[in-house]
């Protein structure tokens, strides 16, 4: 199988964002850079997936700028095949330029399926996937917490958490783009031999500018802020635990009208 | 004149609560386009729904009904959305950030090739568009959003606008299709329902978490009661989920739900910036916690310091005398 990873590299969860002077985007200076941790899921059912199918190349495709492809050879650390790094230097792309490009770097690859994060966790966009399922004409299901190969190869059947503990078990005829949330593999740990084998697993890179074939975005971000700082309340002490609860019941029925 | 297309949600013909908070803002916004709001239902039961969107001062509603939306499906309900969309065509498209609303749109959104600002706490129209203000690291900071698109699509976040019955009575007129029959790619087999059913945390208007301190999954039936007499849902710290004690399905932060309730109650929860990032924009947060440094209290409306296994269950006991539960 031909099996396809859509990745980005985000700030590390524990990030304090910080804006620049001039609200037009976020201070890069101090971040950590991680691969998203929803793609890091998107990795690990990928190798899990090479691992049952035999015989079978996991492909890394990310859209970022250079700094991406620490992130993507951390992918191949885990044990990807080899990526490909769309260098998105000096250009802005929103979720609809994003997919566009995916979707070309890729088109002429004829992947079996593809794993993404269900989101990433910087801009939260929740598009890209879908977008590329779109342009690739091939389905998406978004999210995933379960996948095994179904029909003889053919297709996977899937576990859709939905809402309220309510699950769906979805079947999805190959190709198509599955969207993991966290399920119940924890991403492996890249080995040291891992590590060193990376090193030398082939990168195509394509500059951005030979896939965006005229297309131009279609949102445009400003206004960069941080939310509104929260006041610290009033502090409880609970020495008498009767009067303490019937305090906070109190305020929360008769100043903060929240009962 | 730009009329507004919106997706209404509904449980066997029973409007959602953040259906109908998208109603009432989609009438008014689309007043300010000076067109109309066109409310979209869609499944069993759809005609009914459809007609409950007129107490929101919606006029006009499509109900979509057929083999390919009995049950929810991104590929066929954004199939039977475009089909509209491209049939009607409004200046914006409008649906809860609600599971399905995110799985629906962004494909709505690329076929038309226009413009989606997902998950936003406000939208307004300025200068005859629609304009979108929306979190980004999970509440971590916030982006305005404008369209270079002259069709304009965004999710909203529930509970990010009043609930507005104008025409309490009323009925919207209601025309009926017939939803497209594709041979989709995907097919759903069974829906299972894996625990005691709660309303989805995204959706919730009360959250009792807990953190990891909460020390066991059965322990956890503690913060549980507490929920259950508010009426709410069971959220989680990551540490919590990350120990075993309940499902990712629960967990409140950046790798988990951004939550946006009007109350939420953290027990025994320290406050680590990717869960403060996940339920800042509580309307009234209250902290329980043993540890008085805990940065949770420095967000908190409301802290107690205290033991949450005396604190909880104290409160939910005089809760459940008072409220009846």
Partial sequence: MKIGVLLKQTPDTETRVKIKPDGSGIEEGEIKWVINPYDEYAVEEALRLKEAAGSSEVVVISAGPKRSIDSIRQAMAMGADRAIHINTDGSFLDSYLTAVVLAKAVEKENFDIFFAGKQAVDDDN????????????????????????????????????????????????LPGIICCDKGEHDPRYASLPGIMKAKSKPVQEIPVATLVGGETAKVKWSGFTLPPERKAGKILKADDLEQVCDELIRLLREEAKAI | MGDILFFAEHDAGTLKGYSEELAGLSARLAKELGGKAVGVTLGPSAGVAAEALGAFGVTEAVAVEGESVKEFLGESFGCALTE???????????????????????????????GLAT??????????????RRPIFAGKALVDVDFTTDVQLATVRPNSFPVQKTSEGSKAAVSKKVAPSKDFRAKVKEVKTTEQKMVDLTEAEVIVSGGRSVGSAENFSIIRNLATVLGGSVGASRAAVDAGYISHDHQV?????????????????????????????????????????????????????GDLFQVVPKLTEKLKKMLGR
């Fill in chain 1, 126 to 173: 929740v598009q890209v996937s879908h977008g590329v399922a779109r342009l690739l004409n091939c389905p998406c299901i978004w999210p995933v917490e379960h996948i095994e190969l179904s029909g003889g190869g053919k297709s996977v059947t899937v576990t859709r958490p939905v809402s309220g503990g309510i699950k769906e078990i979805i079947e999805m005829t």
């Fill in chain 2, 84 to 114: 509209l969309a491209q049939e009607k065509k409004p200046q914006v498209i409008l649906a809860t950030s609600s599971g399905s609303g995110k799985d629906v749109l962004p494909r709505i959104a690329m076929e038309l090739k226009s």
């Fill in chain 2, 119 to 132: 998950d936003c706490v406000d939208v307004k129209i300025v200068g005859g568009k629609l304009k979108a």
């Fill in chain 2, 253 to 305: 932060g950046q790798t988990g739900k951004t939550v946006n309730p009007k109350l939420y109650i953290a027990c025994g929860i320290s406050g680590a910036i990717q869960h403060l990032a996940g339920m800042r924009t509580s309307k009234v947060i209250v902290a329980i916690n043993k540890d008085p440094e805990a940065p949770i209290f420095s967000k908190a409306d409301y802290g107690i310091v």
